[in-house]
């Protein structure tokens, strides 16, 4: 019986790349060893290395000219390197607060220099996004951060907001999710283990003119220059997981992102269109406009009815559906690699669960 | 046909492992997903974790007073973080210089405090290890930092200094290679890629009383009460490396780290010997008394057979034993998971290298 995989990350992989990975686990391509236990000086792994770093450019619809790095220690990492590079005793890094990972970035930077919160939703309780209009960015502010999708929120910007200030954007949760433009996007970085692969390597990807204005002031391991002057391969990268993230790009290539994208509506509009159907039976978290297409946040009106409502799901193979600690309720991530079928099969339990306990 | 691994990093696993990760890739213990799609917050990597917490105090015979922590970035993440966490505007970390890492480790601690060279062998071409007598540690030394076996030059601390210091070890390359006295030292780090697992995840202990003199000026995500009071899962971990470091202690822990080291030996003495009783066909680059069991640097009297001497090696399945870039010449790295068969093979190899070209 199928296992649904509604893990908020690390999360579902594609079948495809999973019994690749099998297939070849002992001895990769003929070299007579298994990827694991490779060098990352072998001619083998150069290749996986740089491959990845030409298929996130295609994969993204990203300029030739963007530095691409595939670093270690996952988003919250990117909050330290980010300002590390960036601010000085002058400047400043302004942060939209749409959630816990936006105030975890905001937060770090404030330990390293001057950090400004240009908008919050907090008010909210995070249940939509600040109006652009109102961003308030400082004239000498370095960059003004967001966070493109909110796993604990389920908000996800539509699309990149323009702005006049350099705009770095934490895609970790809908990377590759969708086409959209990045032109407005100075940098960009994510934690592959959601929608590009398993745990252990982040995704960096910044324009020329924003890389040439970094500088060099950091320790030399926590510096952008340092991992993308030797391609990411200034010191011992993750191998296995770089690999695993190539095998996750050559799916999304071969089905095409626009494909990817479509697939990600109609799960997203499976479950969304139960909750908007259910008279109240179960209630969203974000409002319309702010729906993220990849963490659907909600409760049933009847609180007492989510504990139930996770033991059925675990009945039906349903993992991960539980909240996040800091929030409660329920949450259905529908990353890249989890099968329409899946968010089929919740929605029909969603309903099934409202006939009888509605 | 075997392959023979000797890579210096990321290297040879043992073959249990590897089979057990293939067996169990796509339903990990009847969960239905894979370790890959675990998240890091399920019981069962949770236990994953805790487990491998558990093994290194009991492998590396560690007092339970010591802190694990298992973070990202290798061990030229720890050149960064040991500084940030300790150094302050009065004190200092002192460096042994005994080779390339140690030399960066030094580099990175000095753009971020105070940093002194309290011994070096530079000019011995690092073929020794600086007499322990002769080290000059300053008053105010915070630690004293050295490298336990050094790849690229071959050699090895025979046992951990005493130093009325506190002592820091980058043990990357010999890490639970042999029973040792730790009670000398205050933390020891070690990029799993080399006796330990996969790349990806890198292991630190630190001993209590070191611990708490640690200072909290870092940037979050970079300090070590961040992770040790969060059990290594503040963000998310490189769960799948952390996985496969598991399973590998796990065979150390069942076959035991006397017959592991005693192995150990076997191998380095069968490659010693051959060198030793070459007759200065083959030249080992360490001294004898510094000489490493890990990593075996040597060269061709006649330098211009080395090139020869790595194709006949391919023809035998024998990978992995050129020189590190920065010094060419020969290298065999005989990590724990390394076969004896193996080492028998190059030592054979050698010998009739020397009787068709002596």
Same mark, same amino acid.
């Given at each position: ?20 990975? @099998? ?15 490779? !060098?990352?000086? !072998? ?31 996952? #988003? ?13 005793? !002058? ?5 939209? $607060? ?15 220099? *001057? ?54 954007? /934490?895609?970790?949760?809908? +990377? *590759? ?7 407005? #996007? ?5 934690? *592959? ?18 890389? @040439? ?35 996750? $790009?050559?799916?999304?290539?071969? @089905?095409?992102?626009?494909? +990817? ?12 269109? &139960?909750? /908007? ?19 659907? &946040? ?12 996770? @033991?059925? #799901? ?19 991530? $529908?990353?890249?690699? $989890? ?20």
């Amino acid at each position: 019986m199928t296992t649904h995989n509604f893990n908020a990350g690390p999360s579902v992989l594609p079948s495809e790349v999973l019994l690749r990975i @099998q297939s070849e686990l002992l001895n990769y391509h003929g070299t007579g060893i298994s990827i694991l236990e490779s !060098s990352h000086r !072998s001619k083998e792994y150069e290749l996986i290395n740089q491959r990845v770093i030409e298929r996130l450019k295609r994969v993204l619809s990203l300029p030739d000219t963007y530095k691409i790095g595939l670093l270690q220690g996952g #988003a919250s990492h990117q909050f330290a390197m980010l300002p590390l590079n960036t601010l000085t005793t !002058s400047n400043c890094g302004a942060y939209v $607060l749409t959630g816990v990972w936006a105030e975890k970035a905001y937060e770090e930077a404030s330990r390293i220099g *001057a950090a400004h919160v240009a908008a919050s939703s907090k008010v909210h309780r995070y249940n939509q996004l600040p109006a652009i209009s109102e961003w308030q960015i400082p004239a000498n502010a370095a960059y003004v951060h967001i966070t493109s999708n909110n796993t604990i929120y389920g908000t996800q910007w539509p699309e990149l907001p323009r702005t006049e200030h350099a705009l770095v954007v /934490d895609m970790s949760s809908d +990377i *590759a999710s969708r086409r959209i433009s990045y032109a407005n #996007a100075k940098m960009i970085y994510a934690g *592959a283990q959601k929608n590009l692969g398993p745990a252990g390597v982040t995704v960096v990807a910044i324009a020329e003119d924003f890389y @040439q204005q970094m500088h060099d002031e950091a320790p030399q391991i926590l510096r952008y220059s340092t991992h993308i002057n030797n391609q990411s391969l200034f010191n011992t990268p993750p191998t296995f997981s770089v690999y695993v993230l190539d095998l996750v $790009l050559e799916w999304i290539e071969t @089905q095409g992102i626009d494909t +990817i994208a479509q697939n990600n509506l109609l799960k997203s509009s499976a479950i969304y269109s &139960t909750i /908007d159907a259910s008279g109240g039976f179960y209630r969203g978290h974000s409002t319309h406009e702010a729906r993220s297409h990849m963490n659907i &946040t909600f409760r049933i009106a009847d609180e007492s009815l989510e504990p139930l409502f996770l @033991q059925e #799901a675990q009945h039906h193979n349903m993992i991960g559906l539980a909240g996040h600690r800091s929030v409660g309720g329920l949450r259905a991530s $529908l990353y890249n690699a $989890l099968p329409y079928a899946s968010a089929k099969a919740l929605a029909d339990l969603m309903r099934e669960f409202q006939r009888k306990h509605g």
